[in-house]
Every structure is written in C-alpha cells, then in structure tokens.
DNA sequence: TCTGATTCTGTGAGCGCTAACAGCTCGCCC
DNA sequence: GGGCGAGCTGTTAGCGCTCACAGAATCAGA
C-alpha cells in the first residue's frame, strides 16, 4: 500500500482524521474546557484508530518542563535506599512523572554533583537527593540551576526541603524498651559515624540513657553491613557485663547474632538485641529480632509530595517533613541474666 | 542590570558570543570533524561562560531519537531486581544514557504492559523488562512498538534478545556438593514454580540427583520469602532422614535455618544447607551460609550491551547472554551424621 | 593565475507541539 | 433584525535543535 518508512502519527495525522485542526486534537489530549462532546469522542476515536501517543520531547520543548523527575542515591542495592525508591517511583508514576535513576559509587561531593549535573542535563522538572552524608549536602551548595529540589536523609542543619525518617525517636524506643526489661544500660553499635541517620540514633540512644541514669558506654562505630556488625559482636562478646546492644540496622544486628553464637552467648539469655530498619527477613533471624521499622513509603510519597508543591508553585521551599518509625517487638529481647 | 527573566542560554546564545553559527557550536557539541581547531576552542569557551546545556527535548524532537533507556521490573526493593538495576544504570550513565525505572507491582500482562507503554509515552530509546514469568514475557506479545527491547531472566522459548543466568548450572553445582559430600539425596525448596529461574534451579536439581542416581524427593514449593522458608523448614525439620537441603535463594534459606534450629535440628551437623544468591549478609548466617552467587553486575552489563547494539544497528535482535553462577563455599554443609 | 578539490562555515527548513489570538457559530435580548 | 457575548474551532508563530545544502576560504597542482 504505503511503502514509506514508517512513522509515528503525529497530532496532525490525527486531526486530519477526525476533520478538526491540530490545536483542538491539543485541547482535548490537555483537557481543555471549550470542546464540544461530540468533537471530543471523534478526536478521542482517531487518537485510538492511529494508536497516537504525543510526542513528549516536542511539548517540552514548547512548555519548557518536562514529566521527568531524577532521583540520586548511593547504593540503590540497599534495603533503605531500594525501598524509597520503588516508592517514590510508584507514587510518581501515579502523578503522571516517569522517575530517572543516577546512582552514585560514592557519596563524596564531586560523585554527586556530577549525578545531578547529569539529571540536569535531561532536564529533570526535579531531583531527589538522598543525602546521608554532609558532603553529599555540600554538592548542592554551588548548584546553578534552580530546578526544585527535595533532600532524603539530609542535613537537618540546612535549608533544602527535606524529608527525614525520626531517627532519635526510634533510638530512643529501642533503648527504652531494652531499660524496661530490666537492663542497666545499653551498648550501641552504630553505622558510619559521618551519616545523620547514625547521629540521630546515637543522639536518641544517649538520650535516652541519660534520661534514665543509666552509664553511657562508648559508641562502637561500624558501617552498615553484617560484616561490621560482626567485627563489633566479637568484642561485645568479650565482655560479660554487656546484656543489652542496639544496632544500628538490621545486617549489623545480623552480624552481631553471629559472633554472640560463636561465643556461646545467647540471645536473649545472655544478651538482648535490637536493630533498626525491619527488613523482611528480620523475622527469622534467629531468635527473631526485635527492630525498629522505617516507613519507606511513606518517605517516598512525602517526598513526592514536596518536590511537586515546588513544581507546581514554581518557588523552592524549605519545607519539611518527618516520618515516625515504629518499634517491632519480637524475641530478641528479654530481662538480663539474674 | 537585565530585567526580563533569566531564560537558559540557548545555541543562538553561545554562537553569538563564539562569533559563529549556531550549526557551527552544534558541529562542535556533536564532535563533528571539519570544525577548525580554533573555531573549536571558541566554542568551548563560549559554552563555558554562559553555562550552556544542550536542550534534549530540542535534540530528542528533531533527531527522533532520546537518550532514555527504560527498565521495567517488578519488586525492585528485592536483592536481585535493586542490585541489576544499580549495575545497569552505571553501565548506561558511561554510555550517555539516562534509566528512568517503572515498577510495577505484580507480573501480570496488564501491569507489565502499563509500565511498558508508560515507557513508550516517554520515547524511551531502549526497554529493559525484568521477566521473570510467563506473563510478564506474554505483555511483550502484543507491542505494536519496534523499540529496542532486551529481557533478563525471560522466557527462553522465547525469541526477544536474552540476559540470563545459568541457574540450571548453577543448581548442579550446589546439588552436587551436597552430593559430594556424602548425602544419599537433597531436598528442594524451590521458588514459586511460575519463574522461570525457579525452573531452572529445579532443574538443574533434578538432573544432578539422576546422574548421580539418588532418589528425586518431591519439590517443596515456596516463594522467595524468609517466610515460605519457615514455613518449609517446618515441614522439613520433622523428616529424620533428610540431611540436605537446597533452598532457592538465601532468604528462603534463612527461614529454613530459622524452623530448624527451632526443632534443634543442628546446621550443619543434622542437616547440611545452600542457598542461592549471595546476599552480603549470607556470610553471617549462623552458620555461615554456603550458596551460589549470581554476578548481577555483568548481568547489567550484558543487557547494556544487548540493547545499545539493537539501537545502533537499528535492528532488533534475538540474541541471547548467558551469565554464568558460582557456588561460594562457607560452613553450612557437611557429611550427613553417622 | 586559474582550476578544482578539500576543508570549513553559514542559511533555511522543519521536527511536533502549545500559546496567543483571530474568527466563526449560536442563541438571546433589545 | 441588529448587536452582543459565550462557546467552540482554526491560524500562525516559534520553542531549540539537526539535517541538507549552499557558499566561502584554503591549498595544491598545472
């Protein structure tokens, strides 16, 4: 019939179709009042027949924004930074923005000015920057352009719009509910000291020990992995007087787990243990661990919900928002050994 | 000084200050030959002082082609989707390319087709579709589209271009060392028999046991969960005479881990255990938990691979990569008990 | 000096869309 | 019947870029 190449109807092809011009095919794929019904389904009946899809690069061109929304995370492969995005995406997808992903090797400030140049690039309606760490806070400094932008996990000490989780609440809980079953005090085995997250933590868990009378025992600084947490167990274990730990997540606990068992100290009989994140297998550790559960999707709405109030508005805002984590009892916990 | 608002700086705008035409900096900006050195180095400067960023929607609209590679994956909070996901995004950022992701929340026709055409609105360049099942692979059927598509982890009876990894091999491997080691058969607990990877680990399973002529004991069907892995070690540790056990993934294998040593059923000394995957905290199980890791990086970049030849050659492929497992040995197997 | 190839640079059109505005069709009121 | 406003539809320009082509500059060889 045709032998031309092939190619995608455009909005012309479709309003030939229907017998109106280009611009009314326009109104009704923008919802525009002032159609009438009938020229509506018509328009709507050719846009089916042809299989028509607007072309999306020609009305950025002409509006200047885009349906595309950047995201920058270190090691999306984490629980953490995996779940907020599946989130954040999912809630995305549902207000009509596709979700572009920069992950970053490195939270240091030339890896994540570059993922965000990179977005800028594509000219992203906005960026989420998951930020744990001040240097990664510190590439946003210098940012020339004024694309609206919402922090994760980032500095509370500066004024992007930022949504956070209730790190000290949560540490708080954890060590109140190991002081409840009758422990003295409570050792912390904490993740990278530069992260905010670990600081909130610390920062609840010394509060709450101090609140309390208790002795506050040096942080042991880890990182986040099973590894870490292992290397921490095994000078825990070391220590008889030690009968309450609280880990900074759930891997650490993990690790921790592994070097209390290889010592022969039990938990809970010997020691008890909480960790932080709720990750779906924390259940069946062995015993199942008590743990504090992080909310990821409500993180990634409330960070959606901020990036398109500054979209919409057209102004940067410093808002923020905090999600309250919860405390998930299990068996990991019980009154020290008499 | 300048009243009207601040507009990004177009071509026009570099050529003007560069003293060129605006096709010249476009010659420059595409690395064009037949550009005069020194005519090349205005440019660049020119660029450089004004912040110039090429415009994508612009570039995208006239040379019908974007710069966007779209992946589709179902739960991408999981270790294997979060992990391909991090490897493929890394390996398309070195090419140019940015990934915008489409989650999607279970692997019916419907919700893959959605995430699929969601894509196809964007222009995406390529599309990467994690498919894992017969369905999700059935949602690729009816694509009037000739967008480069690669899939991971399909349908192998299939003819679209193809990243796998060898489970079959990879499930020989851990059966046979369990075999190796003294047992008279393994037990299998499989992931949801709809995937294909569960497929293929059954398999493989399958195969050594008959070569090595042991007994073939029914499948025991879980889904990739901690929690189905309970509930089969539950069924498992009330069987005297079963000594090994291949789980299907390491979570699964953790909940085993977890039913079994409820039952003091002792790892390895009653009962010898593999896993599949390779989480980072797999080495922290109690005990330490043998099992076969899955290279989710070369993963990545396979599919990479795969897809920008489609795209530059313009022509679709069926061509397929097969990654190959390894078994990582650590403390969860031995000899049966006497 | 001229010719012709070679290298470099500029001009014009047009990708598919939206925004602004112009125009046409009604029905209603004076 | 003329005028008018409201509702609907069409026309035109232009977003920032690349492609095709035309034109200028340079250089070698005759």
Redesign the interface.
Known sequence: MDGRTARDPAMTDVARLAGVSHQTVSRVLNDHPNVREQTRLRVRAAIAEL?Y??????R??VTGR???LGVVAQ?????GP??L??AF??AA?EAGF??????V?SLDRASVSAAVE??????VAGIVVIAPVASANEALDHL?SAVPLVTVDGDPARSTALVTVDQVSGARAATRFLLDAGHSTVWHVSGPTQWFDSAGRIAGWRAELERAGAEVPPVIAADW???A??RAGQVLSRMPDVTAVFAAND?LA??V??AL?ERGRSVPGDVSLIGFDDV??A????P?LTTVRQDFDAVGRATLSLLLSQITSGEPSSQRRTVAPELVVRDSVAPPPA
């Open positions: 299989g899809r607007p072309n999306r690069a020609a950025a061109l885009s349906q595309l090691n999306s492969a984490l629980y995996a779940s995005l599946a995406e999912g997808a596709a979700v572009s992903v920069g992950s090797g990179r977005h800028l690039d594509q000219r020339h992995t099973a590894a947490g292992y891997h993990l690790g787990l592994r068992s779906p297998e259940a069946y550790f062995t199942p």
